[in-house]
């Protein structure tokens, strides 16, 4: 049986020379110089310049070896949050976040149902950005946030306990498309509006599309609160933070306040918008806003008096039609926006823009890299990688060089590679913080046509692994892996940065412990409170006994504290079932509407008598 000594032992905590290792080949390489544990032992592996090459960085993480890195991709229309390990692509963990999840239990017990309820009460979400929260523009493993852009919603997972532990409901706001943390330290969340809607939208202005309106919401990461809102002309797409705590960024296409395709395509140009934040708290400060669904609304529109003045709050920057993507560079010297519809990338001087008039004067590069350019990431050496999704590659170019380069020349492409086919997002190793790791990307592609064996019309997407560590060999395709609809964004953070927990502490939940003698039942008009353990192998009582009809509780609680052993309650005919992982507790509350015998089991394979953790439920016929 593992303990918690044998979990805290596996922690990395080899030089960070090595972290970028597998450590099999290190051992290898260790064990070929009679040099094991030491800098010389791995030097085989090191080019001139310092960097491991495609070859030798194998992807493959051997059994009971664990990976350099957690990614968290988003689920889609799943609802839910996929945990890999990189570079094995293994899948480690699936946290519901939108929607009810039958193995953990997720919207099942009384809590967690509740905050779905609470949360609008939906049965999915569609998940697309998972952002990790940052202390000083690096990951502080506290939590991870996602969108809900079917019901304008954001939800956070704690990453103790890996799970959701918020959602919020957006106010004024109709598919939250972008997500992302208010660098450098995580001050709030944004939640992007891309659905533009009559503001209120409670049945006005139906058909008045000129006077829909799209707003970005910015919350509280700790109480989950929005506290302002900005309303923009046209919509809003993707969004990201500028690493100095003034700028966000986001991405729009409708500029022409169109309800149709061809409407919305029919301008030559959008907007960047750039909100600046400081200038928009102190209009919030200040009182100029409206308040509506509850929140402060500021007018951040073209025309609004708060974009006259020296300090405009929001500045829209022209670009191509239909930008998609919009990410900051590591160091923070640029925001970089995808064409889409155009085979350039926008590169805006974020510092120039404090200083200009015309922010369109910001607009410092535009390299021209392929069809359909939708997302970029970093690997910290200059170099941006971004998804072409109708050439079906990622294309690697030189920041820098795109900046001293003519507007829409391709001389800053360094480098192409294809992917299969399609892709959406990738996402290198901690792109989004100012320290790239510059190893791993993973091209999120969202078709597989012919990848994988046929498993009928609805194929996996697939989730390509490339080595980008070895700028001489170039970009190595190294794995590909099928992925259940439908992972958008990810994020991939140091192994190292993140400190689950191995067990529960009750002092986080407010469920009561109830450990050996603190089994009961409570009986009151028509209610009854059962409080019982479970342990190896039996449940608190043997039998309970209730009347048709009655309001039952459950307070079951886990008392194990061997890491890894879960039990659950299931209880046949009542759709009831909820995880208990070792120190947790969870409430169930149902009515036994049915006279019979229920056997009330354990569902997660516990031991040798897993079979035998059996108890009754016994519902006597009303009188
Ligand atoms: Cu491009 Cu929702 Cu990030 Cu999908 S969005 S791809
Ligand atoms: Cu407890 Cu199976």
């Excluded at 500045?315 to 889409?340: F, L, M, N």
């Amino acid at each position: 049986m593992t303990t918690i000594e044998d979990h805290a032992t596996d922690v990395d905590d080899r030089d960070p020379l090595f972290a970028r290792i597998p450590r099999r080949d290190f051992m290898k390489a260790g064990a070929a110089v009679g040099a094991v544990g030491s800098l010389a032992g791995c030097t085989g592996l090191l080019s001139d310049d310092g960097q491991v090459s495609a070859a030798d960085a194998d992807a493959s993480v051997p059994p009971g070896e664990h990976d350099d890195y957690y990614a968290f991709l988003s689920g889609g229309h799943s609802g839910e949050i996929r945990v890999y390990g990189i570079p094995s692509m293994r899948q480690l963990i699936r946290i519901p976040v939108f929607g009810r999840e039958s193995a953990r239990g997720y919207g099942y017990d009384d809590r967690s149902s509740q905050m779905l309820e609470d949360a609008g009460g939906y049965s999915w979400g569609d998940a697309h950005h998972p952002r990790v929260s940052q202390t000083d523009n690096d990951y502080d493993g506290r939590w991870a946030f996602v969108n809900d852009k079917a019901n304008g919603r954001m939800a956070r997972i704690d990453l103790k306990y890996f799970e959701t532990d918020a959602i919020v409901d957006v106010p004024n706001q109709q598919g939250t498309h972008g997500a992302c943390c208010m660098l450098p330290d995580t001050k709030y969340v944004f939640g992007v509006g891309e659905f533009r809607v009559p503001m209120p939208n409670d049945g006005r202005d139906l058909d008045d599309p000129d006077s829909y309106t799209s707003t970005i919401a910015a919350i509280d990461p700790e109480t989950m609160d929005v506290e302002w809102e900005v309303l923009v002309d046209g919509n809003m797409d993707n969004g990201d933070g500028g690493k100095e705590g003034r700028w966000f960024f986001a991405t729009g296409y409708n500029s022409e306040n169109g309800v149709t395709e061809s409407e919305m395509s029919s301008s030559e140009t959008d907007w960047v918008k750039a909100f600046d934040v400081p200038a928009i708290e102190e209009a919030v400060e200040a009182g100029e806003y409206e308040e509506v669904g509850g929140v402060p609304l500021v007018d951040g529109t073209r025309d609004s008096s708060l974009n006259g003045g020296d300090r405009p709050i929001v500045r829209y920057i022209d670009v191509a039609k239909s930008p998609h993507g919009v990410s900051v560079t590591p160091d923070g010297q640029y925001a970089i926006a995808s064409g889409k519809l155009d085979p350039t990338c926008a590169v805006i001087d974020i510092e120039a823009l404090a200083e200009t008039d015309d922010p369109n004067e910001a607009i410092v590069g535009r390299p021209s890299l392929g069809m359909g350019p939708l997302h970029t990431a970093y690997d910290g050496r200059g170099h941006a990688y971004t998804t072409l999704f109708i050439d079906s590659q990622v294309v690697k170019w030189d920041i820098e060089a795109a900046v001293e380069a003519e507007a829409e020349s391709e001389d800053p492409v360094v480098e192409k590679i294809d992917v299969h086919y399609n892709p959406g997002h990738l996402i290198a190793a901690e792109s989004y913080t100012a320290d790239p790791q510059g190893d791993w990307l993973v091209a999120l592609n969202k078709l597989s046509k012919d990848r994988f064996l046929n498993v009928g019309p609805m194929k996996p997407e697939n989730d390509q692994l490339i080595y980008i560590g070895d700028d001489d060999a170039g970009m190595e395709l190294v794995k590909d892996t099928p992925a259940y609809a439908e992972p958008h964004d990810a994020s991939i953070v140091s192994a190292d940065k993140i400190q689950p927990a191995d067990i529960y502490d009750p002092e986080d939940y407010d469920e009561e412990f109830v450990d050996h003698g603190d089994s009961d039942i409570v009986r009151e008009d028509g209610r009854v409170h059962v409080k019982m353990y479970s342990q190896r192998n039996k449940f608190g009582f043997q039998d309970v006994t209730v009347q048709e009809g009655d309001e039952v509780t459950f307070t079951v609680t886990n008392i194990e504290t061997t890491p890894d052993l879960l039990h659950s309650l299931a209880i046949p005919e009542h759709d009831v079932n909820i995880k208990l992982a070792p120190q947790e507790t969870r409430e169930v509350t149902f009515t036994a509407d049915e006279p019979g015998v229920y056997w009330m089991y354990c569902a997660f394979f516990c031991s040798a008598l897993h079979l035998e953790m059996r108890s009754r439920l016994l519902v006597e016929p009303a009188e």
